[in-house]
């Protein structure tokens, strides 16, 4: 079966840090661009991050530059997703997504497979 699962979501103060996972299994992430979106209630699925198969190419939303960053580890066929300073505004239910090729990072119709996504609330 192939899935993506997330990890690492929580209750944060403002200002805190958490690491999100996204562990592959049943397939290799090694051709696969990642992508990480987030929802917030009422409001659409956004782009936050983007890592490309080679690690060649990350991108990040303007709302998260300087405090997230994207890194992969193939060999472990993980994807994580740092994020520090964070704020109120930050809270949503956070997904990883995969897919190959993809032409543009921030579209979700772009993504092949979806994890079941993680909570992140940031509120003091």
């Known amino acids: 079966q192939l899935q993506l699962v997330e990890s690492g979501g929580g209750l944060v103060q403002p200002g805190g840090s958490l690491r999100l996972s996204c562990v592959a299994s049943?397939?290799?992430?090694?051709?696969?661009?990642i992508g990480w979106f987030r929802q917030a209630p009422g409001r659409e699925r956004e782009g936050v991050s983007f890592i490309s198969s080679d690690e060649g190419s990350t991108y990040y939303a303007d709302s998260v530059k300087g405090r997230f960053t994207m890194s992969r580890d193939n060999a472990k066929n993980t994807v994580t997703l740092q994020m520090n300073s964070l704020k109120p505004e930050d809270t949503a239910v956070y997904y990883c997504?995969?897919?190959?090729?993809?032409?543009?990072?921030?579209?979700?119709?772009?993504?092949?497979?979806w994890g079941q996504g993680t909570q992140v609330t940031v509120s003091s």
């Open positions: 997504a995969a897919g190959s090729p993809v032409r543009f990072w921030a579209d979700a119709l772009e993504y092949d497979y």
């Open positions: 049943g397939f290799s992430l090694d051709y696969y661009a």
